[in-house]
């Protein structure tokens, strides 16, 4: 005979909730805890032929609960991956894909080799130096010289591009002379840079075409002055019409 329904008292049921300090770690919480526990209790079957019926049912819930990667190549070598992983590689069943292994997974990459360039002169930058290692390797001639004048010049750019001060020529020809290591003298030529008001405004024409499209331009405040009182003024005009008609 069936027994009658007990019941249960309300603080007995409070003492026996499962908080989660006190459950288990989720090794992939993106599954969520009922399909760890499913996993959990696919590691304790003993027959394997049920075991491996379980493992796949719980292959086929785990693509239900992301069909987005239903379209992704490799999509079920990840799914038994991540499935040998949450079990902690304690699941011992048949897998169509090779079995991952503790070490593989904790492995850490390789680091990678970032450039340490420590520059005397950082306004000119990087690419400067490289064009100058390429000057010093040409044979002296009409070319050279038309590359020596282009860095000399892009150089002055570049200075006036972060100080906006006026900078004379020897000061370039200073720099890059001690850049080049001595191979590119243009101290005692009389070759003459770009002039320095030139320079500034491409470099302000680049800076505006820089800046985010739409965006609205500031007036300043002397024009809206001047659109205030114009608008008083009107506003005036037509009062004073009104009350001569």
Do not use: C
């Not at 075991?51 to 190549?73: C, E, F, S, W």
């Not at 900078?167 to 290591?181: M, R």
Request: no cysteine; proline share 4%.
């Amino acid at each position: 005979m069936n027994q009658k329904y007990i019941k249960e008292n309300a603080n007995d049921v409070v003492h026996h909730l499962e908080y989660n300090a006190e459950r288990s770690h989720l090794i992939i919480p993106e599954y969520g805890r009922h399909l760890q526990k499913l996993i959990d209790q696919a590691t304790e079957i003993e027959d394997a032929e049920i075991r491996n019926k379980a493992a796949k049912y719980i292959i086929q819930v785990m693509g239900t609960l992301n069909p987005h990667l239903r379209d992704v190549p490799d999509f079920q070598h990840k799914l038994w991956d991540q499935l040998f992983i949450m079990s902690d590689f304690k699941l011992d069943v048949d897998s169509p894909y090779p079995i991952p292994s503790r070490e593989v997974l904790q492995l850490k990459p390789d680091v990678l080799k970032y450039p340490q360039n420590f520059p005397k002169y950082r306004y000119y930058g990087n690419n400067i130096k490289y064009m100058i290692d390429v000057a010093n390797k040409w044979e002296e001639g009409e070319m050279k010289s038309a590359l020596v004048k282009v860095i000399a010049n892009h150089m002055k750019k570049s200075y006036l591009s972060w100080n906006k001060d006026t900078v004379k020529d020897d000061v370039i020809f200073e720099h890059l002379y001690e850049l080049s290591g001595g191979k590119l003298n243009l101290l005692q030529s009389s070759e003459e840079l770009i002039n320095t008001s030139d320079l500034l405004r491409t470099n302000k024409r680049m800076s505006n075409k820089i800046s985010a499209p739409g965006q609205p331009k500031i007036q300043s405040n002397k024009n809206m002055k001047g659109t205030k009182s114009k608008q008083f003024s009107k506003n005036n005009n037509t009062k004073n019409n009104q009350k001569n008609q």
